[in-house]
């Protein structure tokens, strides 16, 4: 089992920056792949990026490129999600999520954490 807690998010203007946390506990998180979602209000839940376990791989959506980026330090159990240049269509609430292999479910997600983004 493993948990997953995210934490960071807020309330930030157009063009700021917010750093997203997902601290992990259970079984050893330097096994899993990390995956950060988001879902807005009346849509679907959409990728936004995703780190393999060994930090090897790195990539996000087409829709944050250039602006996101995702780390993992697995001494702290924690993978993060830098946001740049915010938008307000990047309001959503942005959730973590482990998987062990790729290409089958995340097995784990967290609560979520709620990011707004004002014009």
Same mark, same amino acid.
């Given at each position: 089992?493993?948990?997953?807690?995210?934490?960071?998010?807020?309330?930030?203007?157009?063009?700021?920056?917010?750093?997203?946390?997902?601290?992990?506990?259970?079984?050893?998180?330097?096994?899993?792949?990390?995956?950060?979602?988001?879902?807005?209000?009346? =849509?679907?839940?959409?990728?936004?990026?995703?780190?393999?376990?060994?930090?090897?791989?790195?990539?996000?959506?087409?829709?944050?490129?250039?602006?996101?980026?995702?780390?993992?330090? =697995?001494?702290? =159990?924690?993978?993060?999600?830098?946001? =740049?240049?915010?938008?307000?269509?990047?309001?959503?609430?942005?959730?973590?999520?482990?998987?062990?292999?790729?290409?089958?479910?995340?097995?784990?997600?967290?609560?979520?954490?709620?990011?707004?983004?004002?014009?």
């Amino acid at each position: 089992q493993v948990q997953l807690v995210e934490s960071g998010g807020g309330l930030v203007q157009a063009g700021g920056s917010l750093r997203l946390s997902c601290a992990a506990s259970g079984r050893t998180f330097s096994r899993y792949h990390m995956g950060w979602f988001r879902q807005a209000p009346g =849509n679907e839940r959409e990728f936004v990026g995703f780190i393999s376990w060994s930090d090897a791989v790195t990539r996000v959506a087409d829709s944050v490129k250039g602006r996101f980026t995702i780390s993992r330090d =697995n001494a702290k =159990n924690t993978v993060y999600l830098q946001m =740049n240049s915010l938008k307000p269509e990047d309001t959503a609430v942005y959730y973590c999520a482990a998987q062990q292999k790729v290409g089958v479910l995340y097995e784990y997600w967290g609560q979520g954490t709620q990011v707004t983004v004002s014009s």
